[in-house]
C-alpha cells in the first residue's frame, strides 16, 4: 500500500508540467502564427500609398492607406481612430515622398522618416510601437 501511493505521486509529479508545456506550446502555434504568405512585397503593386503592420517584416494586422489623390499633404492625426495607436512595427512606403510617422498625436514631437519606395522591416525601439500619427503625400496615382 506504501509503495502504490510513492509511485501514484510520482506519476502526477511528472506528467503535470508534461501536459501544461504541451499546453502552452499548442496555445503559442495557434494564437501567435501569422499567415504563412506574409511579408511586406504583399503591399507591393497595390492601389495604395503603402502599407503598415502590426509585426515585424509584414506580419501580422496589416493596415493599406488608400488612394484619395489630391496631389497633396495627407495625414492621420490620431492613429487610435483607425485603431493603431502604438501598434506599427513595419512599413512599406509606396509612394515617391518621403513619409513621417511620429511619435505623438497631432504630427508632433520626434518623427521617423520613411524615403519614398522604402520599406522598414522591424523599427528601432524609439518607434517600434510608439506611433501615433502620420503624414504622407497623396499624389494623384501611385
Ligand atoms: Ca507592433
Same mark, same amino acid.
Given at each position: 500500500?506504501?509503495?502504490?501511493?510513492?509511485? !501514484?505521486?510520482?506519476?502526477?509529479r511528472?506528467?503535470?508540467?508534461?501536459l501544461?508545456?504541451i499546453?502552452?506550446?499548442?496555445a503559442?502555434? /495557434? =494564437?501567435?502564427?501569422?499567415?504563412?504568405?506574409? =511579408?511586406?512585397?504583399?503591399?507591393? #503593386?497595390?492601389p495604395?500609398y503603402g502599407?503598415?503592420?502590426?509585426?515585424?517584416?509584414?506580419?501580422?494586422?496589416?493596415y !493599406? /492607406?488608400?488612394i484619395t489623390?489630391g496631389?497633396?499633404w495627407c495625414?492621420?492625426n490620431?492613429?487610435g481612430?483607425i485603431?493603431? #495607436?502604438?501598434r506599427?512595427?513595419?512599413?512599406y512606403?509606396n509612394t515617391?515622398h518621403?513619409?513621417y510617422?511620429? /511619435?505623438?498625436?497631432g504630427r508632433?514631437?520626434?518623427?521617423?522618416?520613411?524615403k519614398?519606395?522604402h520599406?522598414?522591416s522591424?523599427?528601432n525601439?524609439?518607434?517600434?510601437?510608439k /506611433?501615433?500619427?502620420?503624414?504622407?503625400?497623396c499624389?494623384s496615382?501611385?
Amino acid at each position: 500500500m506504501k509503495c502504490r501511493q510513492i509511485r !501514484q505521486g510520482s506519476k502526477r509529479r511528472w506528467l503535470g508540467p508534461t501536459l501544461v508545456t504541451i499546453g502552452i506550446t499548442l496555445a503559442s502555434a /495557434i =494564437a501567435g502564427a501569422p499567415p504563412a504568405h506574409a =511579408a511586406i512585397s504583399d503591399c507591393y #503593386n497595390k492601389p495604395a500609398y503603402g502599407c503598415w503592420w502590426s509585426g515585424a517584416n509584414g506580419t501580422g494586422d496589416r493596415y !493599406q /492607406i488608400p488612394i484619395t489623390g489630391g496631389n497633396k499633404w495627407c495625414s492621420i492625426n490620431d492613429l487610435g481612430t483607425i485603431g493603431w #495607436n502604438d501598434r506599427i512595427t513595419s512599413i512599406y512606403n509606396n509612394t515617391r515622398h518621403d513619409m513621417y510617422f511620429f /511619435i505623438r498625436g497631432g504630427r508632433v514631437g520626434d518623427y521617423y522618416t520613411l524615403k519614398g519606395g522604402h520599406s522598414v522591416s522591424d523599427l528601432n525601439s524609439t518607434f517600434d510601437n510608439k /506611433i501615433s500619427s502620420v503624414v504622407w503625400y497623396c499624389e494623384s496615382s501611385v
